[in-house]
DNA sequence: AAGTATTGCAACCGCCAATAG
DNA sequence: TCTATTGGCGGTTGCAATACT
């Protein structure tokens, strides 16, 4: 398998884009998309490597790209991801609209890590594995991580917006999260009569535009004072799904700024 | 003010997986 | 099934800006 030779040859232009390279670039994009990054550079009238006009393209020239400096949540988003990811830049910067790995992996080497050596953030429970769940924020005793203890210390309350698409305008939901001694999550629902919105973060129609808008995909934050009064219990097994569904609580953490509790399994 | 060290970040490199033929 | 090609990813580098001495 020979390797595609890349932009070294033939005058190809390495280093800083200029303004005018990122103007032709965007507007070749804009009118033809980038179906072949590889033909691009010559179709476009570029003199780089389609490789470099991918990475301008993605890292800085997208137009869904976020600019600015991380926001306090951003960060604490990235080491808590980080913490249960690793280096998986891509797969963090899925869960952080418009950013990209590129400047994740920045932020992290120049700023996060720094912080890190002074900062503990899961002081009572073990480091995860890419399968195990996210700490439990509170204290968390030395059981805690005792799974014959798990049915009975993991509750979680978490909220449902009102605008699920499972619920009308009006309503929200409390869901408990409970893990039985067979493993199995045992998901509690129970609609919610108050209107008020104080709990819950702004969410526009984007929210629900995504891979989140499927039928389980409704919950968008905790709160752990809410009372379970009526149960819809739904169950799914831990063991077949539980990465897809640590994605999906990742995306709910990302969504809502704010990380569900969840047990260690 | 000048020299040096550090920081922040855009861009590149090289490997790998997916895919087409 | 094999090979060539392409896109994507994580690691690393280079350099300008800033801080420090």
């Given at each position: 398998?020979g390797?595609?030779?890349?932009?070294?040859?033939?005058?190809?232009?390495?280093?800083?884009?200029?303004?005018?390279?990122?103007?032709?670039?965007?507007?070749?994009?804009q009118?033809?998309?980038?179906?072949?990054?590889?033909?691009?550079?010559?179709?476009?009238?570029?003199l780089?490597?389609?490789?470099?006009?991918?990475?301008?393209?993605?890292?800085?020239?997208?137009?869904?790209?976020?600019?600015?400096?991380?926001?306090?949540?951003?960060?604490?988003?990235?080491?808590?991801?980080?913490?249960?990811?690793?280096?998986?830049?891509?797969?963090?910067?899925?869960r952080?609209?418009g950013?990209?790995?590129?400047?994740?992996?920045?932020?992290?080497?120049?700023?996060?890590?720094?912080?890190?050596?002074?900062?503990?953030?899961?002081?009572?429970?073990k480091?995860?594995?890419?399968?195990?769940?996210?700490?439990?924020?509170?204290?968390?005793?030395?059981e805690?991580?005792?799974?014959?203890?798990?049915s009975?210390?993991?509750?979680?309350?978490?909220?449902?917006?009102?605008?699920?698409?499972?619920?009308s305008?009006?309503?929200?939901?409390?869901?408990?999260?409970?893990?039985?001694?067979?493993?199995?999550?045992?998901?509690?629902?129970?609609k919610?009569?108050?209107?008020?919105?104080?709990?819950?973060?702004?969410?526009?129609?984007?929210?629900?535009?995504?891979?989140?808008?499927?039928?389980?995909?409704?919950i968008?934050?905790?709160?752990?004072?809410?009372q379970v009064?009526?149960?819809n219990?739904?169950?799914?097994?831990?063991?077949?799904?539980?990465?897809e569904?640590?994605?999906?609580?990742?995306?709910?953490?990302?969504?809502?700024?704010?990380l569900?509790?969840?047990?260690?399994?």
């Amino acid at each position: 398998m020979g390797r595609a030779p890349c932009c070294e040859k033939m005058g190809l232009k390495k280093g800083p884009w200029t303004p005018q390279e990122d103007n032709i670039l965007i507007s070749y994009i804009q009118n033809n998309g980038h179906s072949n990054w590889r033909a691009l550079p010559k179709l476009a009238g570029l003199l780089r490597c389609g490789k470099s006009c991918r990475l301008r393209w993605t890292n800085y020239l997208r137009p869904d790209i976020k600019r600015g400096n991380f926001t306090k949540e951003e960060e604490d988003t990235i080491i808590k991801l980080h913490e249960n990811l690793g280096n998986r830049w891509s797969a963090i910067a899925a869960r952080l609209p418009g950013r990209t790995d590129n400047e994740i992996k920045n932020i992290w080497h120049t700023n996060l890590k720094k912080k890190l050596k002074n900062y503990q953030p899961c002081q009572n429970s073990k480091r995860h594995s890419k399968t195990s769940h996210v700490s439990n924020k509170g204290p968390t005793t030395s059981e805690s991580s005792n799974n014959s203890d798990l049915s009975t210390s993991t509750k979680q309350h978490i909220k449902i917006a009102p605008n699920s698409p499972q619920l009308s305008s009006s309503e929200m939901s409390s869901v408990t999260l409970v893990v039985d001694d067979n493993q199995m999550v045992i998901i509690k629902e129970e609609k919610i009569e108050s209107s008020s919105s104080e709990y819950f973060p702004k969410i526009d129609e984007s929210f629900w535009a995504d891979e989140l808008s499927t039928e389980n995909n409704m919950i968008i934050g905790h709160d752990q004072e809410i009372q379970v009064r009526e149960e819809n219990v739904d169950i799914f097994t831990t063991s077949s799904k539980m990465e897809e569904d640590m994605d999906f609580w990742y995306n709910v953490f990302i969504k809502t700024g704010d990380l569900p509790e969840l047990p260690e399994f």
